[in-house]
Nanobody, 124 residues
Framework: QVQLVESGGGLVQAGGSLRLSCAAS????????MGWFRQAPGKEREFVAA????????AYADSVKDRFTIARDDAENTVYLQMNNLKSEDTALYYC?????????????????WGQGTQVTVSS
């Protein structure tokens, strides 16, 4: 099975950028469809972005489309989430997840492996 460790979160002003990393060990990220989810206090975990196992397709939540980009570096065995033009509503704990299927899913229960999360706080 794969182990996932997120990093790159922090405090940023609205309009700023951050890049989150999800480093995998135990298995290669190319063996999984990889997703990013986030959870704000008092809210349910929500889908942010995904890249499928073959790497040919990406998907984004409407709320982050055109601002966030998911990418995978097979040599580094890492998945990234580039976040630009951050807004206060992007404040959340961000999780990386892995699903051993080629198709992505927006449902968190469809992902088998999870990291511990990295906090993103956007000040307005």
């Amino acid at each position: 099975q794969v182990q996932l460790v997120e990093s790159g979160g922090g405090l940023v002003q609205a309009g700023g950028s951050l890049r989150l990393s999800c480093a995998a060990s135990g298995r290669t990220v190319s063996s999984y469809t990889m997703g990013w989810f986030r959870q704000a206090p008092g809210k349910e975990r929500e889908f942010v972005a995904a890249i499928n196992r073959s790497g040919g397709n990406t998907a984004y939540a409407d709320s982050v489309k055109d601002r966030f980009t998911i990418a995978r570096d097979d040599a580094e065995n890492t998945v990234y989430l580039q976040m630009n033009n951050l807004k206060s509503e992007d404040t959340a704990l961000y999780y990386c997840a892995a699903r051993p299927r080629d198709r992505y899913s927006v449902r968190s229960r469809d992902y088998d492996y999870w990291g511990q999360g990295t906090q993103v706080t956007v000040s307005s």
